[in-house]
């Protein structure tokens, strides 16, 4: 699939936001790098990325708000950070990977948006799969992994966003 305009994007992923306040050298470089992999990973699937130098000096629960509505896309996928903004959205076809769960974020879900959420857990994020898992169907659970990357599920991504 080749990557489409942002005006046309059926896909947007929204990779994570750098949050970390003191962070050690290898930290940054570390998430760097990562990004640029799921950068590449996210342009072989299609869609329109944004990543950390899109949030820069940006409320990130604002900015993913505004491109959301500016652009209607059919699917929208969050890694991290950004799934965790990104599980409060309704009438919203989404893939939600790692995000932080809360009880709140299990109130007043509509059976549509159940059918509509995609999530993925590796073991870092046990206990909010546990929690999410109560309410949502469309979930799977990675124990032998600590993270997940998107490179790692984009079969899976590839053939959810395609139905």
């Known amino acids: 699939m080749q990557a489409m305009s942002r005006q046309q994007s059926e896909v947007i992923f929204f990779l994570p936001y750098w949050n970390a306040k003191k962070p050690a050298l290898e930290d940054q470089t ?36 505004a491109v959301i ?16 903004i990104l599980i409060s959205y309704k009438r919203q076809k989404k893939i ?5 769960v809360t009880l709140d974020d299990l109130n007043w879900v509509t059976p549509e948006t159940i059918r509509d959420t ?21 979930v799977a659970f990675y124990p032998a992994q600590k993270t997940l990357f998107i490179g790692e599920l984009s079969t899976l991504i590839g053939g959810i966003v395609s139905e």
Not at 69 to 82: A, C, D, F, L
């Open 118 to 138: 995609y999530a993925f857990f590796s073991a870092n994020y046990e206990k909010d799969y546990e929690m999410y898992s109560r309410v949502y169907k469309n």
């Open 96 to 100: 939600l990977i790692n995000p932080t």
């Open 30 to 65: 570390g998430f760097m790098l990562s990004e640029m992999l799921e950068e590449d990973e996210c342009m072989n699937i299609g869609g329109n990325v944004y990543s950390s130098s899109d949030y820069y000096q940006k409320e990130p629960k604002d900015f993913i708000r």
């Open 69 to 84: 509505r500016k652009q209607h896309p059919q699917w929208v996928i969050g890694v991290e950070n950004t799934a965790t």
